[in-house]
């Protein structure tokens, strides 16, 4: 992911921090957090005193890396960046700020497998790889724009200047290729087959921003098609053209820079690089459909009809009713309810579900676990809900909770990103928390 110009605490505070304890107020990530800054030979670590141990192994890795995406790109980093870590929120995240230098990592487990289909696997060597894939890409400039970037700084950042779907290509291709894990992907791969099965694959100039369109799974497509794209590139072509195209660009500041790269890269234009990769897909989508028709397909009987993203789908105790949660663009997400009986739907609770609700034996309750956004951080907390009364009541507060399940009298959950993690029970009338088992460091 990039952001471009977003308020970073980084620069602002590097001449302090050397070695030095800090107290920010109000940063975002909790009153009087303290700072820490971590030098390695190719970048600076910057973190909370609670988080040493995880930015020490960040450091690590990204140094272990970054060669690896030098050799790649065949481009090297001319500064050293920082990568600033926070814990303020069970949702993980990861974007690089190419303006500031600066990669910012929210160090938190992953509940499941990520919103955008990357495997489970190590998420902090496979974030980092994105990124500084990113960061090399992004910064890279030629030789006859140093003189340029001499004298302006960093705003001189010529293959900031091209489609989006080439960033995040770049980037997925590099993920995927650094880490072992392949670019091949298969919800990536369902994704552009279902699309060229219903309706057709989307033009290119749809994939130029982020905010393109609201058909699913929106902001996604430019992950995945790009990944795509830059797969095709290098199986059509050669790897080795990936490079070279990323050289080629950075040598120009025009804005049809990338178009003109691509015609002397692969001498074709982007045009007809769209419409080979198209075809390419669409064949294969149609293959891929004879072969499973050929083979039978069992009858489906679709139970929710909004589309776009449904999970967490839970039944009730007697089969007659469907809890499931929803994230849509034209929908409040939350917790929604469907009589199977007569189809009748209705939202219960606004937010972001996380995993599965679970009914109470008597199908009366329902817990479930919801982000709570307070005003510095994202935390995973356990909700009751009361489908009697309607109503709603918040169990636990910052307490990071996962996963919860009725137990007796009591609610069994998983607590995650705070020391001690383990299974906890929580008393339900009393509120008391005890541990049932804790896990160890690792």
């Known amino acids: 992911m990039i952001v471009l110009g977003r308020k970073w605490i980084g620069r602002g505070i590097l001449g302090i921090v050397f070695g030095l304890e800090i107290v920010l107020a109000g940063s975002g990530v909790?009153?009087?957090?303290?700072?820490?800054?971590?030098?390695?030979?190719?970048?600076?670590?910057?973190?909370?005193e609670?988080?040493?141990?995880?930015?020490?192994?960040?450091?690590?890795?990204?140094?272990?890396?970054?060669?690896?995406?030098?050799?790649?790109?065949?481009?090297?980093?001319?500064?050293?960046?920082?990568?600033?870590?926070?814990?303020?929120?069970?949702?993980?995240?990861?974007?690089?700020?190419?303006?500031?230098?600066?990669?910012?990592l929210t160090i938190a487990q992953p509940y499941?497998?990520?919103s955008n289909g990357t495997a489970f696997g190590e998420w902090v060597r496979m974030v980092l790889a994105h990124e500084l894939t990113h960061l090399v890409h992004l910064g890279a400039v030629g030789e006859n724009?140093?003189?340029?970037?001499?004298?302006?700084?960093?705003?001189?950042?010529?293959?900031?200047?091209?489609?989006f779907w080439v960033w995040e290509g770049y980037a997925m291709y590099g993920e995927g290729m650094l880490t072992g894990r392949g670019v091949k992907?298969?919800?990536?791969?369902?994704?552009?087959?279902?699309?060229?099965?219903?309706?057709?694959l989307l033009p290119h100039y749809l994939l130029r921003g982020y905010s393109f369109s609201r058909k699913w799974p929106g902001r996604?497509?430019?992950?995945i098609y790009g990944a795509s794209l830059i797969e095709y590139i290098a199986q059509a072509f050669g790897e080795e053209k990936l490079a070279e195209l990323s050289r080629r660009r950075s040598e120009s500041i025009s804005l049809f820079g990338f178009d003109r790269a691509v015609q002397d890269t692969l001498g074709i234009s982007v045009e007809e690089l769209w419409n080979r990769w198209r075809e390419t897909v669409e064949n294969q989508a149609y293959d891929d459909l004879k072969r499973v028709t050929a083979a039978g397909l069992s009858p489906v009987t679709e139970c929710t009809s909004e589309g776009y993203a449904t999970g967490g789908v839970a039944l009730s105790p007697d089969g007659l009713h469907l809890v499931y949660a929803l994230s849509h663009p034209d929908f409040r997400p939350g917790l929604r309810w469907k009589d199977l009986r007569t189809g009748e739907k209705e939202l219960l609770v606004r937010g972001s579900i996380i995993g599965r609700p679970v009914f109470s034996p008597d199908g009366e309750k329902l817990v479930y676990a919801k982000i709570a956004r307070d005003r510095k951080t994202s935390y995973g907390d356990l909700y009751l809900y009361d489908l009697k009364r309607k109503k709603e009541q918040r169990l636990t507060v910052r307490e990071r909770a996962?996963?919860?399940v009725f137990?007796?009298?009591?609610?069994?959950?998983?607590?995650?990103?705070?020391?001690?993690?383990?299974?906890?029970?929580?008393?339900?009338?009393?509120?008391?928390?005890?541990?049932?088992?804790?896990?160890?460091?690792?």
Do not use: C
């Not at 992907?185 to 057709?200: E, K």
């Not at 137990?407 to 049932?436: C, T, Y």
């Open 30 to 48: 909790g009153a009087r957090t303290v700072w820490r800054e971590m030098a390695t030979p190719h970048f600076r670590v910057i973190f909370p």
């Open 50 to 104: 609670t988080m040493r141990e995880s930015a020490q192994k960040v450091a690590d890795i990204a140094e272990e890396l970054l060669p690896q995406v030098e050799a790649f790109l065949q481009a090297h980093l001319d500064f050293q960046p920082a990568i600033v870590l926070s814990g303020d929120s069970d949702i993980p995240e990861g974007y690089t700020d190419p303006l500031r230098g600066a990669i910012h």
């Open 112 to 114: 499941e497998i990520l």
């Open 145 to 163: 724009l140093e003189w340029l970037r001499s004298l302006l700084g960093y705003v001189v950042l010529p293959n900031v200047i091209q489609p």
């Open 185 to 200: 992907n298969p919800f990536y791969a369902m994704v552009l087959r279902t699309q060229a099965l219903s309706g057709g």
């Open 220 to 223: 996604l497509n430019v992950y």
């Open 402 to 404: 996962f996963s919860p």
């Open 407 to 442: 137990w007796g009298e009591k609610i069994l959950f998983l607590r995650r990103n705070r020391f001690p993690e383990g299974v906890f029970a929580l008393d339900v009338e009393s509120g008391v928390i005890q541990p049932v088992f804790e896990f160890d460091q690792d």
